[in-house]
Protein backbone atom coordinates (compact mmCIF):
# COMPACT_ATOMS: atom_id res chain seq x y z
CA UNK A 1 0.00 0.00 0.00
CA UNK A 2 1.49 3.86 -0.48
CA UNK A 3 0.55 6.86 0.58
CA UNK A 4 1.30 10.37 -1.30
CA UNK A 5 2.99 13.19 0.39
CA UNK A 6 3.65 16.22 -2.14
CA UNK A 7 5.56 14.41 -4.89
CA UNK A 8 6.74 11.44 -2.77
CA UNK A 9 5.05 8.01 -2.51
CA UNK A 10 5.30 5.98 1.32
CA UNK A 11 5.30 3.06 1.32
CA UNK A 12 3.38 1.14 4.25
CA UNK A 13 6.06 -0.70 5.39
CA UNK A 14 5.80 -4.76 6.86
CA UNK A 15 6.08 -5.89 10.20
CA UNK A 16 9.81 -7.16 9.27
CA UNK A 17 10.59 -3.70 8.04
CA UNK A 18 9.77 -2.15 11.43
CA UNK A 19 11.16 -4.94 13.52
CA UNK A 20 14.84 -4.44 11.23
CA UNK A 21 14.79 -1.08 12.15
CA UNK A 22 13.43 -1.46 15.52
CA UNK A 23 16.12 -3.53 16.20
CA UNK A 24 18.85 -1.25 15.30
CA UNK A 25 16.97 1.78 17.42
CA UNK A 26 16.98 -0.55 20.49
CA UNK A 27 21.19 -1.51 20.32
CA UNK A 28 21.32 1.56 22.35
CA UNK A 29 18.69 1.09 25.34
CA UNK A 30 14.57 2.00 25.00
CA UNK A 31 14.67 4.22 21.57
CA UNK A 32 13.86 7.87 21.76
CA UNK A 33 10.42 7.59 19.60
CA UNK A 34 9.54 11.39 21.15
CA UNK A 35 12.28 12.74 19.35
CA UNK A 36 11.55 11.05 15.93
CA UNK A 37 9.78 13.10 13.26
CA UNK A 38 9.11 10.79 10.63
CA UNK A 39 6.34 10.73 8.22
CA UNK A 40 3.11 8.74 8.64
CA UNK A 41 3.00 5.75 6.34
CA UNK A 42 -0.66 4.77 7.14
CA UNK A 43 -2.64 2.42 9.87
CA UNK A 44 -0.47 -1.33 9.99
CA UNK A 45 -3.15 -4.17 10.57
CA UNK A 46 -1.36 -4.27 14.00
CA UNK A 47 -3.72 -4.51 17.48
CA UNK A 48 -3.01 -5.14 21.19
CA UNK A 49 -5.64 -6.68 22.72
CA UNK A 50 -6.90 -5.90 26.23
CA UNK A 51 -4.66 -8.92 27.22
CA UNK A 52 -1.39 -7.52 25.98
CA UNK A 53 -2.04 -9.53 23.05
CA UNK A 54 -0.08 -8.27 20.09
CA UNK A 55 -2.09 -9.03 16.68
CA UNK A 56 -0.87 -8.82 13.22
CA UNK A 57 -3.25 -9.55 10.30
CA UNK A 58 -5.24 -11.28 12.88
CA UNK A 59 -3.45 -13.55 13.87
CA UNK A 60 -1.33 -13.83 17.23
CA UNK A 61 2.57 -12.70 17.09
CA UNK A 62 3.90 -15.79 19.13
CA UNK A 63 7.46 -14.56 19.29
CA UNK A 64 8.24 -12.54 22.81
CA UNK A 65 11.14 -11.30 21.56
CA UNK A 66 9.56 -10.07 19.01
CA UNK A 67 6.78 -8.27 20.70
CA UNK A 68 9.15 -7.09 22.83
CA UNK A 69 11.16 -4.91 20.29
CA UNK A 70 7.49 -3.63 18.91
CA UNK A 71 6.78 -2.31 22.33
CA UNK A 72 10.16 -0.50 22.40
CA UNK A 73 8.91 1.91 19.71
CA UNK A 74 5.50 2.80 20.62
CA UNK A 75 4.43 6.23 20.83
CA UNK A 76 1.36 7.32 21.81
CA UNK A 77 0.42 10.82 19.97
CA UNK A 78 -3.44 12.51 21.59
CA UNK A 79 -5.57 9.53 21.94
CA UNK A 80 -3.96 7.34 18.79
CA UNK A 81 -0.95 4.79 19.14
CA UNK A 82 1.85 4.76 16.49
CA UNK A 83 4.71 2.56 15.52
CA UNK A 84 7.81 5.36 15.28
CA UNK A 85 11.34 4.54 13.90
CA UNK A 86 13.70 7.18 12.22
CA UNK A 87 12.06 7.02 9.35
CA UNK A 88 8.44 5.63 8.88
CA UNK A 89 5.68 6.43 11.35
CA UNK A 90 2.35 3.57 11.48
CA UNK A 91 -0.58 3.55 13.44
CA UNK A 92 -1.48 0.63 15.25
CA UNK A 93 -4.82 -0.30 17.25
CA UNK A 94 -4.60 -0.86 21.12
CA UNK A 95 -8.06 -1.54 22.89
CA UNK A 96 -7.00 -0.83 26.22
CA UNK A 97 -3.53 0.39 27.40
CA UNK A 98 -0.38 -0.93 25.40
CA UNK A 99 1.53 -2.85 28.59
CA UNK A 100 -0.49 -5.27 31.03
CA UNK A 101 1.47 -5.30 34.32
CA UNK A 102 1.50 -8.70 35.23
CA UNK A 103 3.36 -8.87 38.70
CA UNK A 104 4.88 -6.44 41.27
CA UNK A 105 7.20 -6.76 44.45
CA UNK A 106 6.52 -5.17 47.31
CA UNK A 107 8.84 -3.82 50.08
CA UNK A 108 8.46 -1.96 53.25
CA UNK A 109 5.20 -1.00 54.34
CA UNK A 110 2.62 2.10 55.06
CA UNK A 111 4.37 5.51 53.72
CA UNK A 112 7.55 3.48 53.16
CA UNK A 113 6.56 0.86 51.04
CA UNK A 114 7.68 0.57 47.61
CA UNK A 115 5.85 -1.36 44.67
CA UNK A 116 7.86 -2.69 42.23
CA UNK A 117 6.41 -3.75 38.72
CA UNK A 118 6.86 -5.94 35.81
CA UNK A 119 4.81 -6.12 32.71
CA UNK A 120 3.98 -9.14 29.89
CA UNK A 121 7.20 -7.65 27.72
CA UNK A 122 9.75 -7.35 31.06
CA UNK A 123 9.97 -3.73 31.70
CA UNK A 124 10.14 -2.99 35.33
CA UNK A 125 9.67 0.08 37.10
CA UNK A 126 8.80 1.44 40.63
CA UNK A 127 5.59 3.20 41.08
CA UNK A 128 5.88 6.56 42.30
CA UNK A 129 6.09 10.66 41.19
CA UNK A 130 7.54 9.12 37.73
CA UNK A 131 5.49 6.26 37.66
CA UNK A 132 1.74 7.15 39.06
CA UNK A 133 -0.94 4.83 39.47
CA UNK A 134 -4.71 5.40 38.67
CA UNK A 135 -8.34 3.77 38.57
CA UNK A 136 -10.68 4.00 36.92
CA UNK A 137 -14.18 2.91 37.27
CA UNK A 138 -17.14 1.79 35.03
CA UNK A 139 -19.90 4.32 35.19
CA UNK A 140 -22.40 1.98 35.26
CA UNK A 141 -21.05 -1.50 36.92
CA UNK A 142 -18.44 0.03 39.32
CA UNK A 143 -15.97 -2.17 38.27
CA UNK A 144 -12.44 -0.94 39.02
CA UNK A 145 -9.63 -0.59 35.67
CA UNK A 146 -6.04 -0.22 37.45
CA UNK A 147 -3.14 1.46 35.29
CA UNK A 148 0.68 2.16 36.53
CA UNK A 149 2.63 4.80 34.03
CA UNK A 150 5.44 2.82 32.19
CA UNK A 151 7.17 5.74 30.41
CA UNK A 152 6.64 9.14 29.00
CA UNK A 153 2.61 8.74 28.68
CA UNK A 154 1.81 4.51 27.85
CA UNK A 155 0.74 2.72 30.45
CA UNK A 156 0.06 -0.98 31.65
CA UNK A 157 -3.48 -2.18 32.81
CA UNK A 158 -2.81 -4.02 36.19
CA UNK A 159 -4.19 -7.36 35.53
CA UNK A 160 -7.04 -8.65 38.12
CA UNK A 161 -4.57 -11.21 39.90
CA UNK A 162 -2.13 -8.44 40.82
CA UNK A 163 -5.02 -5.62 41.80
CA UNK A 164 -6.46 -8.10 44.13
CA UNK A 165 -3.09 -8.28 45.93
CA UNK A 166 -2.40 -4.30 45.82
CA UNK A 167 -5.85 -4.39 48.05
CA UNK A 168 -4.88 -6.60 50.30
CA UNK A 169 -2.11 -4.17 51.11
CA UNK A 170 -3.78 -0.72 50.92
CA UNK A 171 -4.64 1.78 53.10
CA UNK A 172 -6.95 4.28 54.27
CA UNK A 173 -5.31 7.82 53.93
CA UNK A 174 -6.86 11.44 54.01
CA UNK A 175 -6.75 12.96 49.98
CA UNK A 176 -7.81 15.99 49.16
CA UNK A 177 -9.31 16.61 52.54
CA UNK A 178 -11.38 12.93 52.01
CA UNK A 179 -10.59 9.89 53.38
CA UNK A 180 -9.55 7.20 50.97
CA UNK A 181 -8.92 3.51 50.41
CA UNK A 182 -5.48 3.41 47.92
CA UNK A 183 -1.95 2.14 47.76
CA UNK A 184 1.60 4.02 49.38
CA UNK A 185 4.71 3.83 46.77
CA UNK A 186 7.65 5.86 46.89
CA UNK A 187 6.48 8.37 49.34
CA UNK A 188 3.11 8.81 47.33
CA UNK A 189 -0.32 8.16 48.33
CA UNK A 190 -2.32 6.97 45.05
CA UNK A 191 -6.23 7.02 45.82
CA UNK A 192 -8.32 3.97 44.74
CA UNK A 193 -11.76 4.40 46.19
CA UNK A 194 -13.36 6.54 48.81
CA UNK A 195 -13.27 5.36 52.25
CA UNK A 196 -16.92 5.79 52.70
CA UNK A 197 -17.54 3.74 49.57
CA UNK A 198 -16.20 0.61 51.26
CA UNK A 199 -18.76 1.18 54.16
CA UNK A 200 -21.72 1.21 51.69
Known sequence: MAKTLGARKLELPSAESLAASAQEAAKRGIPPVEKWDPPF????????????????????????????????????????????????????????????????????SGEEQSLQFETHVGDTF???????????????????SPYVLVRRNLEALIDRKSFYRLVDIGNH????????????????????????????
Open 41 to 108: CGDLDMRIARDGTWFYLGTPIGRPGLVKLFSSIIRKDSDDYFLVTPVEKVGITVDDAPFVAIDFEASG
Open 173 to 200: HTHDGESWFGLWSSGVFFPVIPSADLSD
Open 126 to 144: TAGPEHPIRVMRDPETGEP
